[in-house]
Structure formats: C-alpha cells, structure tokens
C-alpha cells in the first residue's frame, strides 16, 4: 500500500485538544469508538504483553458522576480562571475558556473513554509501565481524528482517583492514565499551531549541541554548530529581561568573558547598538571583539553577533519565555560562519575539525550553564 505522507502528516499535525468544537447532539457508534481502540492497540507495548483495558462510559448517570467529579478536581478552577481572564487578552485566555466549556459540558459528550492500565506507577521497578499505554492512548485519539471524531487529552480528574475508581469500580492495581471526552467534531478543518521548531530542541550526540544546517558525519564547522542551555526560574519576565540585557553581567559567572562596554553609553540597547566585548582562555589568549545587537525584542529575545554582521563569527542570544511565575530562560551561541579564534584553530588542524568543534561547544556550554544558574541564584534569592 502507498503511504500518504501528506494526509498522514496533516492528521499528525492536527489532531487539537478539541472541546468547543465538540458536538455533544451527535450520536456515537460505540463500535467506532472500539474500531479505534483496535488500532490504539497496534501501539508497542512493554514484554508485548496486553496489558491496557479501557472504559468507555455512555450512561448518562455515570457520565453525570464523572462530570461532577472533574469540576471538583479542577473544572470549577478552570472556570474561575475563565473568568478572570475573559477579556484580559492573556496567552492563556483562549484555552481557558475551552478548558471552561469542557467543565461546563463534559456529562454531554457521546462517550467518555479512560484508557488503563493493569499496573501501579510506584517506582518499584516496572520500567515500561505507562509507556505501554500512552502512546496507544494518542493512537486512538489520531484515530478518532482520521473518522471525523475528535477528543481532548484530560488528566485533570486525575486529582480525584480514588473517586474516579469508586464510581468506575477499576480495581486498585490498574491505573487510570487520562479522560478522553469524544464525539463528532463540528467541522472537520483544524490548524496546525506554532510549536518550538525542531532545530531549537534537538540535539546531536551530546545534549545542548545544536546544528543550524546539519549534514551527514563527520561533524564540520559549515553545519553550523551551536550550543543551547536553558533554565527555569522563579521570578518575573521583567527582572530576567534585567539581568540578561546586562551585558556585564555574565562576567561574574564565566571563566571566558571578562567585560563589556557600550560604544554609546547614552544610547538606549535597540537594533543595531555596539558594545566590545573582553574574553580570555588558555587556547586562545585574550581578545576583545565588536558585538552588534541583532535580535531584540522587549523581555522575549536579546541577541548580539560578533564581528562583521554580515558574516558573524557567533551570534548570541538570550530567549525568555514565560509560564505562569516563572521564566524558562533558553541562552544560545551560534558559532560562524565567519571567521573567529576557533576557526583559525581548524585551519591549523583541519584532520581535527570535528573533535575541536566537539571541545569548543563543551567549553562554551560549561560556561553557559555557569552562566544561567548564576542567573537563577541571583534572582531566587
Ligand atoms: C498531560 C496533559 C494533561 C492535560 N490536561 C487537561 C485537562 O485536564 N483539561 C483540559 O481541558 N485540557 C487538558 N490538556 C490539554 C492541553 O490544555 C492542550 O494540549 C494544550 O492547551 C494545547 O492545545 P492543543 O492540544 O490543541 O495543541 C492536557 C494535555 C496534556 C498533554
């Protein structure tokens, strides 16, 4: 059989946490919901044994039990939080106001399917155990999608378990991974939504080693290697966006970077300012080298590249992203494709270049990491 990559890619890439979309005056066919459940169980499954069982409620009385059970566990909080937020224009304001909608309506779904599985996650040595079920639970949810049904991944009746086993009777070594409303979406055009791309989050053979344009092994200075380290920390977007637009602040953490100065004291850091930049290490001596802001926008990006702007030897960047109270903090070094003390090292040894690509993104990162908790200690304080 030809694959349709297309028609599977689309499907992959759109199968939403549906929930306003839900059509609750649809009837469900409790055969589509098993045909669904056949093809969840084609998942990999640890020992290959069959371990998953699911339970699919469609009495309206125990969808009634399990509706009042989820607005305890966090539905009443979900809409609380819709409230406040309806109209503050808040990132999280549009999901909340679905996750609300759910809680209102969840005893209306068709079906409310709880994939299981026989087991208890206690660390005791079952490696494997909510891997085997996971992956057959989006299975099904990606089936759902292919007929024209859609669902919403929920874990938050969760909170409630031992309830949710009472009303369920699931016996006490089998345990509940999600609650799956599902019925017929109203309309079957989702969009595929903005996600962190690929390149940022993946790393080859060593985490934290990024490629911008990577080919096949060896390791050469024109994939355009790079190193990312992150953090999270308990303070607000404003007091790291502080911190990290403080050019000498990473001073007091490195053992590389020594100091900076603006080339315009009185110019306000925008698109384009020029500061020198002091560094020091035991290969390359010390050197001072012109940097040019060239990613800024206000408490998000702070990135500068050094050297000739059309052809930088790295490029710098700090990238801020919030959740809630607390910032994660992505610092990342671009390295070319211009000229830089690291490339002078490969002319000198080009048999080496991959293993002095590979030291260089260690040293650097060792830094950066010093650099972030450095960061993070100043501002938890
Ligand atoms: C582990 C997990 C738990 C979730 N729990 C809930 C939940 O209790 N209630 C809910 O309405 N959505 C829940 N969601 C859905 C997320 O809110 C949703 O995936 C996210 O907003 C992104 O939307 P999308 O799935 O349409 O891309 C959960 C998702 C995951 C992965």
């Known amino acids: 059989m030809d694959l349709d990559s297309n028609a599977i890619d689309y499907v992959l890439s759109t199968t939403r946490s549906v929930r306003l979309r839900l059509d609750f005056e649809r009837e469900v066919d409790p055969q589509i919901i098993l045909d669904c459940i056949d093809i969840a169980e084609q998942a990999p499954t640890g020992g290959n044994r069959s371990s998953r069982r699911w339970i699919i409620v469609t009495g309206k009385s125990q969808k009634e039990k399990i509706a009042d059970l989820y607005l305890k566990a966090a539905g009443n909080w979900m809409i609380q939080a819709r409230d406040q937020l309806a109209g503050t224009g808040h990132p999280n304001e549009k999901m909340m106001e679905s996750a609300a909608y759910l809680a209102e309506n969840l005893e209306k779904a068709p079906a409310i399917v709880i994939p299981t599985i026989i087991g208890i996650h206690d ?22 999608r292919a007929r024209g049904l859609g669902s919403a991944w929920t874990t938050a009746v969760l909170g409630e378990q031992d309830e949710l086993k009472r009303i369920l009777s699931i016996p006490d070594e089998v345990t509940e991974i999600a609650l799956l409303p599902v019925a017929w979406t109203k309309g079957t055009n989702f969009s595929k939504v903005q996600r962190t791309p690929a390149q940022d989050i993946s790393y080859f053979d060593s985490y934290g080693i990024t490629f911008e344009d990577p080919s096949s092994s060896p390791i050469s200075f024109s994939d355009g290697p790079g190193v990312s380290v992150e953090v999270d920390i308990d303070a607000s977007v404003s007091s790291v966006w502080d911190v990290v637009t403080d050019i000498n602040f990473p001073a007091k953490y490195s053992d590389e970077f020594v100091s900076a100065e ?45 050297g000739d702007t059309s052809s930088p030897g790295a490029r710098w960047r700090y990238e801020l992203e919030s ?27 080009p048999d080496k270049e991959e293993q002095i690509i590979m030291n260089r993104a260690a040293s650097l ?16 304080i």
Not at 279 to 300: L, P, S
Not at 328 to 336: N, T
């Open 123 to 144: 660390n005791s040595g079952k490696p494997g155990l909510f891997d085997s079920v996971i992956q057959s639970a989006w299975s099904f949810c990606l089936a759902l």
């Open 262 to 306: 603006w080339n315009d004291q009185t110019e306000r850091i925008a698109l384009g300012s020029k500061f020198q930049g002091k560094n020091q290490n035991e290969n390359i001596g010390e050197w001072t080298v012109e940097c040019t802001v060239d990613a800024y926008e206000e408490k998000r990006v702070f990135g500068w590249c050094t």
């Open 323 to 349: 959740f809630g109270s607390s910032v994660r903090l992505r610092h990342k070094a671009l390295l070319g494709p211009g000229p830089s003390g690291l490339t002078r090292i490969i002319e000198q040894h």
């Open 365 to 380: 990162k060792a830094n950066m990491v010093k650099v972030l908790q450095g960061i993070k200690d100043y501002l938890e």
